[in-house]
Nanobody, 120 residues
C-alpha cells in the first residue's frame, strides 16, 4: 500500500509561482514498484485532467499538458518518496484542486488533493 499527501497549494496572484509536493509513505516494496507518477488537476465543473507525468525509470524529463508546457516542471527526489510540481507564471485558469497519482502494475494511488487558486 502507498499513501500520498499533497501540500503546497494556496492563493497566488497571476504571474506568481507555487511548488506543490507529494509525499509518499507505506511499504518500501510498494513504493519501489511504482512505475508512473503524475500530477492531475480538477477545476470546478470540469473533468480531472493530466498535468504532468514522470516515469520512475527515468532520472530526468517529463511529459506535460500543452496548457502548462514551459511553465510547470515535474520532478522527484528520494527515489519515489517525493514528487514535486513547480508552477511558474500561473494563470487564473490554473485554478483547480491538484492531485498526485502513483501507478504500479496493479493499481492507482491518489492523494487527497491540494487547492491552488490564482487570482487576477
Amino acid at each position: 500500500q502507498v499513501q500520498l499527501v499533497e501540500s503546497g497549494g494556496g492563493l497566488v496572484q497571476a504571474g506568481g509561482s507555487l511548488t506543490l509536493s507529494c509525499t509518499a509513505s507505506g511499504s518500501i516494496g510498494s513504493i519501489n514498484n511504482i512505475n508512473v507518477m503524475d500530477w492531475y488537476r480538477q477545476a470546478p465543473g470540469k473533468e480531472r485532467e493530466l498535468v504532468a507525468r514522470v516515469f520512475a525509470r527515468l532520472t530526468t524529463g517529463g511529459d506535460y499538458a500543452e496548457s502548462v508546457k514551459g511553465r510547470f516542471t515535474i520532478s522527484r527526489d528520494n527515489g519515489n518518496h517525493l514528487l514535486y510540481l513547480q508552477m511558474n507564471s500561473l494563470k487564473p485558469e490554473d485554478t483547480a484542486v491538484y492531485y498526485c497519482l502513483y501507478q504500479d502494475s496493479w493499481r492507482d494511488y491518489w492523494g487527497q488533493g491540494t487547492q491552488v487558486t490564482v487570482s487576477v
